[in-house]
């Protein structure tokens, strides 16, 4: 098992002593683990979302909910960059605009099926991600800041003055999906409830990228990339020194918010089926970035709420007219007064996981770090294992600690 | 044995001051060296031209027979696009690619990621040698799984290694300060260094805590792996080092074993002070004909005797206050 385990890693000089004693496994079940809890919230979310519109197929439930949708998209990007990544981006939006373009300009200008206009969406965010990415991620903190608010700028006046753009009026009837002549926008029946047109694509299809772009988002949060991310997010020297090369890092982490973005475009220029400048005003990226913050940078949940919150707070209070923008605004400041570190901060555990003590080490193994300390160095007998030993101080102090 | 690392004709200027002068000394395999002096003396800055964080102004840093110091062509210099370039990666080795050659470092003030758990911590310094990549860590594969349990397992053998016997879920801000010293070790050894720099690790540490960082220490160096400390403790320095190399102002003023240094008139000199006229510390010269360890010992606090032993060495204590 060790074996195999080794031969995962590449070839190292130095390898860590094996550990002193096996963890026992990390529980499972939906209320022992954050993990189960977090999985079994995720499904049922899907199957709230997935029956929406057999309970309420009206023509504005939907249009909202898929704008919602989109927004989770978009925020989940931005997570990467600002949550993850810890780079502050102003102009996140661009990379929205990039997205719906290219596939505004794919379908209506150059003719192509939308499916076709996938790849080429992706490759052009892609690339907007590194001209962007590459000479600006050298600088940090505040300038970063600056330079993407600029290039956020940058592009929507470029699409305001290019023809083929179609200037400030922008893209109009952008197509739909079609396969081999069946178009979404036929619509069509299920279980005996008639679909408005094009209410397939609006919801399901959305739904279906979103919920393969949260899981992704999120896989690559935990994995070898994301803790790199969150390494030069927290300390960018010491990330370093860590052997990461917290350019390609960044850069990366850029390139995956770009996707992220582009594909949210995607669907909001297929969902809308119009686009033009006036949509990717750098109101829009201040929305993003306040609904990630909001929700609590680095988490998917919160990020999700974050989403949540600013696309459907402003319908919610439609019925407060002009008011509505006043209370928005108090909502926001009053939670992020009570709540500084967001709805749902990523260091959250779950209140009822909060006591559970860590597994002390087996008594015959901490015996054994002594008896080992003891053989090689002498007077290696380190007083924190002497104190696990004595069974007595230990303890009392982790309970101090994590209250 | 042979050097793992050579320094040559250090020299680090910022504008007109030299934090680093003419500096060379060598760091022979799985030896410990200690790097002292007085405060300002150049020992963090020269600790950061040999991991790559500063550029030097001149000379070589040769790592396992690495050059880390890359020549510029006289044209970026004259073009004055040398900053530029080298910010941008040109022309230098960054600090990841030192550490992927086996060099780890710690920091003077502890740099842990505060918002990583324990193990998060040590697993991201094993960065360079897990095998994942991008659509592996999306999809899951099994090769992701494998390469996962390996890295925690990893990750916990050096906490097991340097004694943490905490929760290691925990954040590193949550523990208190000499257990987070030793997940800062943990992961630095968790880069599979040849060769430790370590910056000032027993500072803010009491003495059951410097007694097992000394162990832990020796522990590390009988991996196979040198070891370079700064450090202001004397007593932990002359029980710990196998050479000690003293610098003041920029420049190595000695090199050699405790006893040599402790012997030394230019480390006294450089520690007690001179008089206006120039004779080093008078009375104990007459006393004793040659400074002795002692009277080190006495200005500057020996480790051995107990509780914490703040060093002067401030540029006032140098004007003479000490005496």
Known sequence: ???????????????????????????????????????????????????????????????????????????MGLNVVVGYAGL???????????????????????????????????????????????????????????????????????????????????????????????????????????????????????????VVGVIGAGRLGKGKLGRAWKAVRDDEDAAEAMGINTYVAKISAYII??????????????????????????????????????????????????????????????????????????????????????????????????????????????????????????????????????????????????? | MSALLEVTDLTLRFGGVKAVDGLSFEVREGEILAVIGPNGAGKTSAFNCISGFYLPTSGSVVFQGRSIVREVPRLWHSLRLVHLLQSFGFYRVLPSRVTKWGMARTFQNLRLFRELSVLDNVKTAMHANLREGFWSTLLHTPGYRRAEAACAREARGWLDFVGF??????????????????????????????????????????????????????KVRDLGVAVVLIEHDMGMVMELAERIVVLNYGREIADGTPEEIKADPLVIEAYLGVDDDGAAVDDTRLRTGAVSADAIAAAIGDGAGGASTPLPGTRADQEGDVR
């Open chain 1, 88 to 210: 502050l981006d102003l102009g996140y939006i661009a990379f929205f605009a990039v997205g719906a373009y290219v596939s505004g300009i794919f379908t209506t200008v150059l003719g192509f099926p939308m499916w076709l206009a996938l790849p080429a969406t992706i490759l052009a965010c892609i690339l907007a991600g590194i001209i962007i990415g590459a000479p600006t991620l050298r600088l940090r903190s505040d300038y970063l800041a600056i330079v993407t608010l600029g290039f956020g700028e940058i592009i929507r006046i470029t699409a305001n003055n290019l023809e083929v753009t179609g200037g400030p009026s922008g893209i109009h009837g952008i197509p739909t999906w079609e396969f081999f002549g069946w178009s979404f926008a036929d619509g069509f029946t299920i279980g005996g409830i008639e679909f408005p047109e094009r209410v397939v694509f609006y919801y399901f299809v959305a739904l279906v990228v979103i």
């Open chain 2, 165 to 218: 016997d905490d929760d290691e879920e925990l954040y590193v801000g949550q523990l208190p300060y000499g257990e987070q010293r030793r997940v800062e070790i943990a992961r630095a050894l968790a880069t599979s260094p040849k060769l430790l720099l370590l910056d000032e690790p027993a500072a803010g540490l009491n003495f059951n805590e410097k007694q097992a960082l000394m162990a832990l220490i020796r």
């Open chain 1, 257 to 403: 918010g770009a996707v992220w973005a582009g594909m949210a475009g995607q669907l909001m220029a297929t969902h809308l089926s119009a686009i033009s400048p006036n949509s990717f005003q750098f109101l829009y990226s201040t929305l993003i970035l306040m609904a990630v913050v909001l929700g609590g940078m680095g988490s998917t949940p919160g990020v999700i709420i974050g989403a949540l919150f600013v696309s459907l707070a402003p319908e919610l209070l439609r019925d407060f007219a002009e008011w509505r923008y006043l209370i928005f605004g108090v909502l926001l400041v009053v939670v992020m007064l009570f709540r500084p570190a967001g709805l749902w901060p990523a260091t959250a555990v779950l209140p009822w996981l909060k006591k559970r003590r860590p597994q002390p080490p087996p008594f015959t193994a901490a015996i054994g770090a002594v008896d080992e300390a003891a053989s090689t160095g002498g007077d290696a007998v380190e007083p924190s294992v002497m104190e696990s030993v004595d069974g007595l101080p230990a303890t009392d102090a982790e309970e101090g600690r994590r209250g």
């Open chain 1, 1 to 75: 098992m060790a074996r195999d385990l080794a031969a995962a890693l590449k070839h190292a000089p130095l390898r860590a002593p094996a550990p002193l004693f096996d963890r026992p496994a990390a529980p499972r079940g939906i209320l022992d683990s954050q993990r189960g809890f977090m999985r079994a919230l995720g499904a049922l979310c899907v199957v709230l979302v997935a029956i929406l519109p057999f309970v309420d197929a009206s023509r504005y439930t939907i249009s909202i909910a898929t704008s919602a949708l989109i927004y989770v998209m978009l925020c």
